[in-house]
């Protein structure tokens, strides 16, 4: 647990899925009081999406931090932290069901969380994922989550691990995003809409959504960077958007 004398405890936890769903891991590193990592963990789920390995590393880091201390947490996924914070009461109220009437998604790491969170102070901070300059804590998790879901193998501090690998992911400094050499790093932010340059990179949407045609998409479909932001693959082109409007 963490010293009960810190005025509080900046960290960071993400998850990774490699197929989603498939081979997936989680991960969470606390800072120090310059805001550098000083402890982290992380683990594998076998076989898992993206949004279940997301929900474990947030699990994770909550119960291994102290709750009597102030937390702030430091997240890239949309899904995982609207959650906890902005669906979960509905969803309770609604005995665990969506709007829509169907049953929550991960009902149980979600509940697992609710308990955690009870009586304690947290601040879920967004950052986006894969930035040149992004948050280095986050960026330390995303890493350590994905050499996890990797190799399957638990890693971390306390086990004397050595830091993870930098992310293919990451563009390398005065490389433009979603460009080749980026090795696309606009994996984790597609579901946001993030502003960046287009790419012709296909991928798998993290969050339904609506195209610029005015046909939605569902989560796991692909998608690709069109000049109105994220839709089908067929309409990213400025004739697509020209003949749409």
């Not at 929900?55 to 102290?66: N, V």
């Amino acid at each position: 647990m963490i010293g009960r004398m810190r005025e509080r405890v900046v960290a960071a936890c993400d998850g990774a899925s490699k197929g989603n769903p498939g081979p997936a891991g989680w991960a969470w590193v606390v800072a120090d009081g310059s805001e550098n990592p000083a402890r982290w963990e992380a683990g594998p789920l076998g076989r898992a999406t993206n949004n279940v390995a997301e929900l474990t590393a947030l699990e994770r880091l909550l119960a291994a931090t102290d709750p009597s201390v102030p937390l702030e947490v430091r997240m890239d996924s949309q899904y995982a932290m609207k959650a906890v914070t902005t669906w979960l009461p509905g969803w309770k109220r609604n005995g665990w069901k969506t709007s829509a009437g169907k049953p929550v998604a991960n009902q149980e790491l979600v509940v697992r969380i609710d308990a955690l969170l009870d009586g304690r102070s947290v601040d879920f901070r967004y950052v986006p994922a894969h930035q040149v300059d992004g948050d280095p804590l986050n960026d330390f998790a995303d890493r350590a989550a994905s050499q996890a879901a990797k190799i399957q193998e638990q890693a971390g501090s306390a086990l004397g691990s050595a830091e993870p690998p930098p992310s293919p992911d990451t563009p390398k400094p005065g490389t433009k995003p979603g460009s080749a050499k980026s090795g696309g790093a606009r994996r984790k932010s597609a579901g946001t809409r993030q502003g960046g340059a287009s790419s012709s990179r296909t991928i798998k949407a993290k969050f339904p959504g609506r195209c610029l045609c005015g046909r939605s998409y569902g989560a796991g479909e692909p998608i690709a960077k069109n000049p109105q932001g994220w839709g089908h693959p067929e309409c990213r082109t400025a004739e697509a958007a020209g003949q749409a409007g």
